[in-house]
């Protein structure tokens, strides 16, 4: 296993529903501010990939994205660190029972599995605005209600909708998609620690996430004996809500050495 330091090479998988563009400025930023090559794959059905039926099981959207990896990260003898948001978290606790010594290290940011619990998951008070992100008739209702339901910094709202807007209409996801990536996600319980006792992860989520439980992570880290970053305002989307508190978080986590 890697020391942290070693890693030059980091994947980047966002969650559900979302592409690689919803990073904004955040890749380039660990680009420039961390030195890392940093590489961002689509999960199958969405951004690059928006014409293709999307898996599921999160194990075939996990051998999806490792047949298209790019060539640095490709070849059996590379090593490299993914940072996995929500469901890109669960794909990526999946590759790591069919890749450890591949995976140098994971950076797990609000993610969950099925063994954490529904209401966990998904908080009750987060399920009609998810129903209406869902099935309201205009795409920019739906990511106006995704938004509101990700993000606690308001403030950023108003440009953050048109940048999403402009993605959607570009990469067009289909309600067919995003069911099929929320049955994946219901099906997927977390691996056994004895499966990913070789393995290394840190887990960061946010205690005001108003989507999912921050409870998710706590007992996927507990489970794993794996570190845990807790925010205390953010939404669930931590990218967009504090940038400079997961760059600082990555600088720490980059340079543990285990």
């Known amino acids: 296993m890697n020391a942290g330091t070693d890693i030059k090479h980091w994947l980047f998988l966002r969650g559900l529903s979302r592409e690689q563009a919803h990073w904004g400025e955040f890749i380039k930023r660990c680009e420039s501010e961390l030195g890392w090559y940093c590489h961002a794959i689509d999960l199958p059905g969405f951004g690059s990939e928006h014409l293709r039926r999307s898996p599921l099981t999160i194990s075939e959207i996990r051998r999806d994205i490792q047949q298209r990896l790019p ?27 069919t890749s450890p010594n591949n ?13 954490c619990g529904f209401f966990k998951r998904l908080k009750p008070s987060a399920l009609p605005a998810t129903l209406y992100a869902l099935f309201a008739l205009s795409p920019r209702k739906q990511e106006r209600a995704i938004l509101n339901m990700v993000s606690n910094n308001k403030s950023s709202h108003a440009a953050l909708l048109e940048q999403w807007c402009q993605i959607r209409a570009r990469h067009p996801a289909s309600k067919r998609n995003v069911i099929r990536q929320l049955i994946a996600a219901s099906r997927f319980y977390s691996p ?9 992860g840190h887990f960061i989520s946010s205690r005001a996430d108003r989507m999912v439980s921050y409870q998710c992570s706590e007992y996927l880290a507990e489970k794993y004996h794996w570190p845990l970053w807790l925010h205390n305002t953010a939404g669930h989307d931590l990218p967009i809500d504090d940038a400079d508190y997961l760059l600082a978080s990555f600088k720490e986590i980059a340079s543990c050495a285990e």
């Open 103 to 115: 995976i140098a290290k994971v950076i797990f940011i609000s993610t969950s599995s099925a063994d």
């Open 71 to 97: 060539s640095e990260l490709a070849n059996d003898n590379s090593t490299f660190g993914i940072v996995a948001l929500s469901l890109g978290g669960m794909v990526a606790l999946d590759w790591l029972t």
């Open 192 to 200: 056994s620690k004895e499966r990913l006792a070789n393995s290394r």
